[in-house]
């Protein structure tokens, strides 16, 4: 049974640091795992898709891991800026590969 | 065109009313989503259309009834709700199939007086 959580709940960090979001799944048999951002109020956007037979993907500053044996993936964030403050959402497919569902996220504010 | 497009952006219904939410998308993707989403929580999965039939209802109650007149297109049709169903409400689709990326759609806020 699909299980995805997500550490840390919230962070606070000062602008320029290198950032790690973690992502945690029960059911290691997983199709893919997918990041999206989420801005307040607003729909999510797709940050990086790692399909199961991938080990890590790289868009710009960011870069998303994966190693299905532990059951974990990371979030990746190099020298943030304001722009990134946002809550960072990780979906992984649960019993079918049509029901993707989320981690409860983690709210990241990048201080100027 | 990588767009999910839902209207309206903002709704505003009493409890007797009956209002529908829209959803449309034309990238060719067989599989397409309702999520409902409350204030600082993650998207709940609702419904799931594959290849035009509801393949996952994950028990939402029936004053909720989706519709997918076609490949492109999904509905949410709403009556009879409850003030404690105000929400964001997310569509999103995906290619269909075991791989595929999840695009989602700017929502559709709820509010229910």
């Not at chain 2, 290849?51 to 049709?77: A, M, Q």
């Given at each position: ?112 | ?34 999520y409902k ?6 998207p709940?999965l ?44 997310l ?23």
């Amino acid at each position: 049974k699909q299980e995805v959580t997500q550490i840390p709940a919230a962070l606070s960090v000062p602008e320029g640091e290198n950032l790690v979001l973690n992502c945690s799944f029960t059911d290691s048999a997983i199709y893919n795992l997918q990041w999206f951002r989420q801005d307040p109020g607003k729909g999510l956007t797709s940050l990086l898709l790692i399909q199961s037979s991938q080990r890590e993907q790289t868009s710009g500053r960011l870069n998303a891991s994966l190693d299905k044996s532990s059951g974990r993936s990371t979030l990746y964030i190099a020298a943030s800026q304001p722009g990134d403050s946002a809550t960072y959402l990780c979906a992984a497919p649960k019993t079918s590969y049509d029901k993707v569902i989320f981690g409860p996220g983690t709210s990241l504010s990048v201080i100027p | 065109d990588t767009e999910v497009t839902q209207t309206p952006k903002h709704l505003v219904m009493g409890m007797t009313n009956k209002k529908s939410l829209k959803c449309e998308q034309h990238m060719g993707h067989r599989a397409m989503y309702w999520y409902k989403q409350k204030a600082k929580k993650p998207p709940e999965l609702m419904f799931v259309y594959s290849y035009e039939k509801l393949s996952i209802n994950e028990s939402v109650p029936s004053r909720f009834s989706p519709e997918c007149p076609n490949s492109s297109l999904l509905n949410l049709h709403l009556h009879a709700l409850q003030p404690e169903d105000s929400a964001l409400y997310l569509c999103a689709s995906r290619p269909g199939g075991d791989t595929g990326e999840l695009f989602f759609g700017e929502g559709s806020r709820l509010t229910v007086l």
